[in-house]
């Protein structure tokens, strides 16, 4: 039964997955990707904002770059190459966010690695806590008993 | 000839004598507590020392003051003489703005942490009866804080510098973003929060130093850590409405390094706010409260270097400097100073306790600290990378808006979650029928809320065409409902209790039960603060925005709202001139209100400034802005977003202060004594039994 549960599983994720890649890799409207692309590139100018919100008066560049980026979606060039293009041309601080491309990807990485390893770290030391306190039964103490219930009051009533 | 006061000189001597004082401050302070704790006597007493030093420390406050004081008079009568009023003020600024000079430049600023520090210092210092040797500690720490940050303001960047050959007749004005009203007090609020940490640093380093016997120093760390921590939230927001109303890009909140220099002291002290609750109530995490404690200090003045050195490129930074070279060999110091003590008094901070159950309360403060510093190391690295990547690859790296959205936005969503389970587990351990009885009703609420929104267009499934905005925003309202329900349902329990037992009204119930016990319910208040919060940041996954030119009468409509144009002009006026436009604004084809975006050019420093018009709802804010001239025709560029629950973030803003302010509350005492107090005891022995099933 259990196998039989397994296999059943691995049957409905496998689809699930190579669906969500298909569809994460389709391409939408233009529009849509012009807004989209847009707020994953920066206004080179100097004033450090994403390329779509740039909104100082006479900003010397963004307009420059929104027509690229509008004629580069028109030329059906991909995210990724649209990206490239755009880092070709003015370096790789014109992307909002790094790509995952050799040490970028440290940036993705190590954020949710360290959550991960916090949480179950928190989990292991739990688990290891409880069975140190399993390992040593606690005596009986008559007499700390209202001791013990001042505290549990005051531990409850926080 | 009558002499004339000189107010620079005045504020120069003053910011020398503050020096002095605080620097004596920290050597007999630093003096006598050596010989009360070697038990050895000096030449003099060291509780007369110790005395003479705290005085030296409350004088500093008032010398710092002076200084203050000295260059808002100089922003006031324009003296430009002095090289920062020349830079950052006027004739024809407005006086609130003049008083705003103060910390509108870098050595200002600086003059404003120290006065802050001061002040600080100034209390903990009248207030030492408190805990008078632990006062003395924490009052030595400060004083060494306040000698860096004077001697910053002495040497590096003086702000009472002069002019060098002809004063200017007038001075080269305000940054214009800075002239608006907010940014009168949303600087000292955002310092009074960075400084604040300085007080609950210097108490918990002290009372590590001095091997505090007893948990006293953990309760008055922690109420001086509220109080830092509901200024830098106030700064924060006042920060993010400011941006909203005067940069005019339609948003809030850019993750720029500036941003997330305040927003990394701001997550460690949130993380210590739930956890020290583990310490007084079962004498656990000690060493981690103790490290996180430093770590919201040392984060602030990371903060505060972060903002002045230039080290990351912000839109918010002060000019590049070399300040930098003072606050790093600080921060080093900071860390070396933490770290010794730590090492040589780690073994009293021994846990009475230890974690008895996965399932408990402990184990879900603990999920909480390690989601916190999750997120707030994940601020850290985005911050830090661009310099990290120069360092390692030789090419600097945008870490932006989209980097942060990936990231922190789940570890937020996660957050959220346990904000909801939390409370609804029980100290030490929680049965798994408990758990099932508290968790029916915020999973029902939860799960109607999850449908209905869908059946209201929202779409989370838009994640799999790589658009997850929508799907974030889906977990976020389901786990909003969550949350409230398990709030809601903590609020109800207990003011059934008090109706049983007093006879009063349900809303006065509410009350009742919330001034018995202020840190909980206080917690709860701050918790939906979060939530209505939470439900706002949710609502920029549906942003929609329109640009168009537009002549007399034309229109433009953005969702539900048609703009016309009655009208375009110009105006001028002493401070600067203006180019605006006067928009009807209709819904459903009833006219709602009138909007005139401007945009103003200011003469003093030659920039222009964008004066964002609003109609703000519960549902949305339409945000219109000026974008400027059509060059051919000259006629306006009108942009109009539809920013759906932006209002919620504000008014969670106020809900927060609130439940912290409440927080801050003593206890009402449960009854006046005696046979009153007695009779008040079977409600009590019920809150309890209601707290053991919920909470």
Redesign the interface.
Same mark, same amino acid.
């Given at each position: 039964m259990k196998k039989l549960m397994t296999r059943l599983t691995q049957f409905a994720v496998a689809p699930t997955i190579a669906?969500?890649l298909m569809?994460?890799m389709?391409a939408?409207n233009p529009t849509v990707r012009y807004h989209?692309i847009g707020?994953?590139l920066?206004c080179v100018c100097g004033? %450090?904002?994403?390329l779509a919100?740039? %909104?100082?008066?006479?900003c010397p560049d963004s307009p420059v770059e929104l027509a690229e980026l509008r004629a580069d979606i028109a030329k059906g060039m991909s995210n990724r190459q649209v990206f490239a293009a755009f880092q070709a041309e003015y370096?790789?601080?014109?992307?909002?966010?790094?790509m995952l491309t050799?040490? %970028?990807m440290v940036?993705?990485i190590?954020?949710?690695a360290?959550?991960m390893i916090?949480?179950f770290?928190?989990?292991g030391?739990?688990?290891k806590?409880?069975l140190?306190?399993a390992a040593v039964p606690a005596e009986a103490n008559v007499q700390g008993f209202e001791e013990l219930r001042s505290r549990i009051?005051?531990?409850?009533?926080? | 000839m009558k002499p004339e006061l000189n107010m620079p000189t005045f504020g120069s001597y003053a910011l020398l004598l503050a020096l002095v004082l605080s620097a004596y401050n920290l050597l007999a302070g630093a003096i006598a507590l050596r010989q009360i704790a070697t038990r050895s006597r000096g030449r003099f007493a060291p509780e007369r020392l110790a005395e003479t030093a705290r005085r030296a420390g409350i004088a500093c406050f008032a010398a710092v003051t002076c200084a203050a004081f000295a260059l808002v008079w100089a922003a006031f009568t324009n003296d430009f003489s002095v090289a920062y009023i020349l830079h950052h003020s006027n004739r024809a600024l407005p006086w609130p703005y003049k008083f705003a000079a103060l910390w509108s430049g870098q050595e200002g600023s600086l003059l404003l942490w120290a006065w802050l520090l001061a002040g600080y210092g100034f209390v903990v210092r009248i207030r030492h009866k408190v805990d008078v040797k632990l006062s003395a500690y924490a009052s030595t720490i400060l004083a060494g804080i306040q000698v860096f940050f004077l001697l910053v303001v002495n040497f590096a960047a003086p702000p009472f510098a002069l002019v060098q050959g002809t004063v200017p007749h007038d001075g080269f004005g305000l940054n214009p973003l800075l002239q608006y009203p907010e940014m009168v007090i949303h600087p000292p609020m955002l310092y009074l929060g960075y400084v604040g940490f300085s007080v609950p640093f210097a108490f918990a380093l002290g009372a590590l130093m001095m091997r505090y016997p007893g948990e006293k120093w953990i309760s008055i760390t922690r109420r001086w850590t509220m109080v830092g921590w509901l200024f830098l939230t106030c700064g924060i927001f006042l920060g993010a409405h400011w941006a909203y109303q005067v940069l005019g890009w339609g948003g809030y909140w850019g993750w720029d390094p500036v941003e997330n220099a305040s927003l990394m002291p701001w997550i460690a002290g949130t993380a210590f706010l739930h956890s020290v609750m583990m310490q007084e109530k079962r004498g656990m995490m000690k060493k981690w409260n103790v490290w996180l404690i430093f770590s919201a200090f040392l984060l602030a003045i990371l903060g505060d270097m972060l903002t002045r050195s230039g080290l990351v490129s912000s839109v918010h930074a002060f000019a590049q400097s070399s300040i930098g070279n003072w606050f790093w060999p600080f921060l080093v110091i900071c860390i070396g100073v933490c770290l010794f003590t730590y090492f040589l008094n780690r073994d009293h901070l021994k846990s009475d306790h230890k974690l008895e159950a996965l399932v408990s309360r402990e184990s879900s403060f603990l999920f909480n600290n390690v989601v916190l510093m999750a997120a707030c190391f994940t601020v850290l690295w985005g911050t830090l990378f661009p310099v990290l990547s120069e360092f390692v690859q030789g090419n600097k790296v945008t870490v932006s808006a989209p980097f942060y959205d990936r990231v922190a936005v789940p570890i937020g969503v996660f957050l959220l979650f346990l904000t909801g389970v939390g409370p609804l587990l029980a100290w030490r351990s929680t049965s798994m029928r408990s758990i099932r009885k508290n968790l029916i009703a915020p999973s029902i609420a939860a799960l109607l809320t999850g449908i209905v929104v869908i059946a209201i267009g929202v779409r989370p499934w838009s994640i799999f065409t790589s658009t997850p905005g929508p799907f974030y925003a889906w977990m976020t309202f389901v786990l909003a409902a969550f949350v409230t329900t398990a709030i809601g349902s903590e609020f109800l329990r207990g003011a059934r209790v008090i109706q049983r037992h007093t006879g009063k009204n349900f809303f006065a119930s509410i009350v009742h039960l919330t001034r018995r016990n202020t840190r909980r319910y206080g917690g709860y208040l701050v918790h939906f603060g979060v939530v209505v919060i939470f439900i706002g940041l949710a609502g920029s996954a549906f942003n929609r925005s329109v640009e168009k030119t537009l002549d007399f009468h034309q229109s433009m409509t953005v969702g539900p709202y048609r703009l016309e144009c009655l009208d375009y002009s110009e105006d001028t006026n002493p401070n600067y001139d203006s180019e605006y436009a006067l928009l009807n604004v209709y819904r459903d084809g009833k006219y709602v209100t009138q909007l005139d975006p401007a945009k103003r050019f200011y003469q003093a420093s030659q920039q222009t400034s964008t004066i964002v018009a609003e109609r703000s709802t519960p549902e949305w804010d339409l945000y219109v802005v000026y974008a400027g001239q059509d060059p051919q025709t000259g006629q306006p560029i009108i942009r109009a977003h539809l920013n759906p629950l932006v209002m919620w973030i504000w008014v969670g803003v106020i809900i927060v202060v609130f439940g912290t302010l409440v927080a801050l509350v003593p206890n009402m005492q449960a009854g006046g004594g005696g046979a009153r107090a007695n009779e008040k005891r079977p409600e009590e022995r019920e809150l309890v039994a209601a707290g053991k099933s919920g909470s």
């Open positions: 669906i969500a569809l994460s389709g939408t989209r707020h994953e920066m004033c %450090n904002e994403i919100e740039c %909104n100082h008066e006479s370096g790789p601080t014109v992307l909002a966010a790094p050799r040490f %970028n940036a993705w190590v954020p949710p360290l959550l916090g949480i770290g928190v989990m030391l739990v688990r806590w409880r140190r306190a009051r005051k531990e409850t009533d926080l | -």
